[in-house]
């Protein structure tokens, strides 16, 4: 069973570029989980999602940032225009079910914007 | 809302001595906490997690924690360091039954040959 796979592993842009992070959970897992980590900082909740659904994404910035999880295939985190700031590391982690389970994380992607 | 301090942000040690990593917790509900460690330029595994039960949690690596509601703290332990435990270690909450995690700002673990 393999665990939850995000690529790339390192993405690099330009400033006013879009970044697209994939995550695909684990298998029989539905629901998804964002966070950021900035240099010196912890992980920061972006977002959390279900198939087909955004559950809470009070984590995530205004302006930008946008997060799916289609039916089939793997969840996307979109940020458009990137500008310096973005650049950071980006988790995502997936759990079976809502509730005080585990969340297994992906290795992240990690982000450097030019 | 919830929240974690962890008040140390890097903690120097030699190996085989033992080692306790502080976390604090706020939470006007029922809580979970864990514990996981990122390894460089890796994602995070988690050591161990208490939802209910025994106050004392041992985890992965020889590691274990403590529960303590009425100092609000889950700090870890490890009575002798290696140095494979040399990296970052992350305090984390859960609570209302919802997983939304929030996490501390990380302790640095420097294990010193």
């Known amino acids: 069973n393999a665990g939850v796979m995000q690529n790339p592993r390192h993405l690099v842009r330009r400033r006013g570029q879009e970044a697209r992070l994939r995550c695909s959970p684990m298998?029989?897992?539905?629901?998804v989980y964002w966070y950021r980590q900035l240099p010196e900082e912890g992980l920061k909740f972006m977002v959390y999602?279900?198939?087909?659904?955004?559950?809470?994404e009070s984590g995530m910035p205004k302006e930008r940032f946008s997060a799916e999880f289609p039916k089939e295939g793997p969840s996307i985190l979109r940020i458009q225009q990137v500008v310096r700031g973005d650049s950071a590391a980006y988790f995502c982690a997936s759990s079976p079910s809502s509730g005080a389970n585990e969340q297994f994380f992906g290795p992240g992607t990690r982000l450097t914007v030019l | 809302a919830q929240s974690v301090t962890q008040l140390d942000s890097q903690v120097p040690v030699f190996e085989e001595a033992p080692v306790e990593l502080r976390c604090n917790y706020s939470?006007?509900?029922?809580?979970?906490l864990f514990w996981y460690v990122q390894y460089p330029n890796q994602g995070l595994q988690l050591l161990l997690k208490?939802?209910?039960?025994?106050?004392l949690v041992k985890g992965i690596n020889g590691f274990e924690a403590e529960f303590n509601k009425s100092q609000t703290s889950f700090h870890l332990r490890k009575p002798s360091v290696h140095i494979s435990d040399t990296a970052e270690y992350f305090c984390a909450v859960v609570s209302g039954g919802y997983q939304k995690v929030t996490f501390g700002i990380g302790t640095k673990l420097q294990v010193i040959p």
């Open positions: 939470s006007s509900v029922s809580v979970y």
């Open positions: 298998k029989g897992h539905s629901h």
């Open positions: 999602l279900q198939k087909e659904n955004i559950i809470d």
């Open positions: 208490y939802l209910s039960g025994s106050t």
